[in-house]
């Protein structure tokens, strides 16, 4: 019956993995690390030498159990007046562990490791201006015990102990010029005690689309002046939203980004009386699978093909804010027969360098508007964005919102407004270095369409934004006073009579 006793076990384990919370955790720790030498290397300096650590390291959690690595360099030394040691060298880990603790903000967790030890040592004879340096590889095992707290915000911060204990401590070290044996034998085992600081990735089971027969069928919402549906461009899907209006002119709005979608409700509501209009969210967010991993401009220009083709228009209005206002530009660069007027509300400034430029006045108005601990925490869910997790962006972009509309209107409104769980990390991380390496846009000198061009009074974009403004030397530029980055929100009514203006 071992074999019955070997699947139960297997059917266990897969059972208890799959059902398990899982999270990542990344982190970089610091501290003293003690070392005791029996021989002193035939110095008369003191047989302990502290040395400070530094490294890295990651625990991946299936419920409370998890498997780590760690690394760290070290360094340290001993001397007086006639001698010197100095150790240096690298240890990395491979552990498993269990966090004791069923809480959702602290842990406990022992863990025992396999390690392999690099170290060396120096020997200076100060005296009789001599060195002589010592090497020794060694494997063991690391005992250790993790303590850490974790905030709403998924950093974490703690404390780590342990101790380093050699299974080949009674091999001699070997000179470090021939290689050959020395007479020394001491072993290399060692405490330690670190601080950690760190960030927790929650890695969710990926959810697969509900099957549908016909994806091209528009399904009706109760809302009977708004249907929606998923227009297919090749192997890539983009939820689309229509609000019909026969017999009038189409306007497709491009929303900011990227990788965030947004409905534009309150600019759809300004609009939809006099044209029929459409929205959609872009390539690769949760609505609108790309399973073909293509974040390039000529992607992003085909979706908008794509969704005209697929609701038979000719010619459109096209309306961008922000990245959406940069994808605005491209297209209208590429595509301009297909356009009746172009609209540019607080638009990206240019690809390539310019969109660079971009990046720091976006960064400045958000380093101005947080605190010291609202920026560090602005910073550490980037870094863990850029490393894949959804909800770190989630947490980034909300208090970027928050920035945005700070002074303009409740801060907390767009914790309502958007819905943030919608946005995802891959298309922020991929679409970013496809528009730095896209040519500069050249505009157009004498288009025989429309364009507006709007910013707010206090917009994130700052001398960047006479990069828009010289490209389109026909254009009529507002600029919408008491208002930063989303002036429909910001100011409603002069927002309005510049729509107005522009459409009329």
């Known amino acids: 019956m071992k074999w019955y006793k070997t699947a139960l076990l297997i059917m266990l384990t897969t059972n208890v993995y799959s059902q398990s919370k899982k999270q990542l955790e990344l982190f ?102 001599k060195s002589e340096y010592f ?51 001491d072993n290399t085992n060692s405490f330690f005690i670190q601080i950690k600081l760190g960030g927790v990735i929650d890695i969710k089971k990926k959810e697969m689309p509900a099957e549908t027969k016909h994806t091209n069928v528009q399904l009706l919402q109760k809302n009977t ?14 939820y689309t939203i229509i609000y019909p209006n026969p017999d009038k002119e189409t306007i497709i709005l491009l929303h900011g980004g990227p990788g965030f979608p947004s409905d534009l409700t309150e600019v759809v509501n300004s609009l939809k009386d006099s ?28 979706d908008v093909e794509a969704i005209r083709k697929f609701y038979q228009i000719d010619k459109f209005h096209l309306w961008g804010h922000s990245w ?50 609202q920026w560090t925490k602005m910073g550490m ?3 863990f964005g850029m490393l894949g997790s959804d909800k770190a962006y989630q947490r980034l972009f909300k208090q970027v919102m928050k920035n945005y509309n700070d002074g303009f209107i409740p801060t907390g409104s767009s ?44 917009d994130i974009y700052k001398t960047s934004k006479n990069f828009v403004i010289d490209r389109y030397p026909t254009a009529k530029v507002f600029t919408v006073l008491n208002s930063g980055h989303i002036p429909w929100l910001h100011n409603p009514e002069a927002y309005k009579d510049i729509i107005a203006n522009h459409y009329q």
């Open 28 to 129: 970089a720790v610091g501290g003293l690390q003690t070392n005791t030498f029996d021989s002193g290397f035939n110095t008369n300096v003191s047989a302990n030498i502290n040395s400070f650590g530094l490294g890295a390291g990651s625990h991946f959690y299936t419920g409370n159990f998890f498997l780590g690595t760690t690394f760290q360099f070290f360094n340290g030394s001993q001397k007086n007046l006639e001698y010197k040691l100095s150790l240096s060298g690298m240890n990395s880990t491979f552990s498993m562990g269990y966090n004791l603790l069923h809480h959702n903000k602290l842990k406990l967790a022992p863990s025992i490791g396999l390690a392999n030890f690099a170290n060396k040592v120096i020997r200076d004879d100060m005296k009789n201006n």
């Open 415 to 458: 914790d309502i407004s958007e819905d943030f769980d919608l946005l995802k990390a891959v298309p922020v991380n991929k679409t970013r270095p496809e528009i730095v390496k896209y040519p500069l846009l050249t505009g157009l000198s004498d288009p025989d369409f429309r364009i507006t061009i709007l910013y707010g009074d206090q």
């Open 381 to 383: 869910n980037s870094f």
């Open 135 to 185: 090497d020794k590889n060694n494997f063991g095992f690391v005992p250790a015990l993790d303590f850490s707290y974790i905030n709403s915000t998924g950093v974490f911060y703690g404390a780590r102990v342990g101790s380093t204990i050699t299974m080949n401590g009674g091999n001699p070290w070997k000179n470090g010029i021939d290689k050959n044996a020395s007479v020394f034998k």
């Open 324 to 373: 959406g206002g940069l994808y605005a530009q491209i297209y209208a660069e590429k595509y301009a027969d297909n356009l009746l007027s172009l609209f540019l509300c607080s638009p990206g400034s240019g690809t390539n360098i310019q969109w660079k430029q971009t990046e720091k006045e976006v960064m400045q108005l958000n380093k101005s508007k947080t605190t010291g601990w």
């Open 225 to 238: 002046n708004m249907n929606t549906s998923i227009v297919n461009n090749n192997r890539d899907k983009l």
């Open 275 to 302: 044209f029929q209009v459409i929205a959609f969210h872009q390539r690769g967010t949760k609505k609108s699978p790309c399973a073909s991993k293509d974040y390039s401009m000529e992607a992003y220009l085909s």
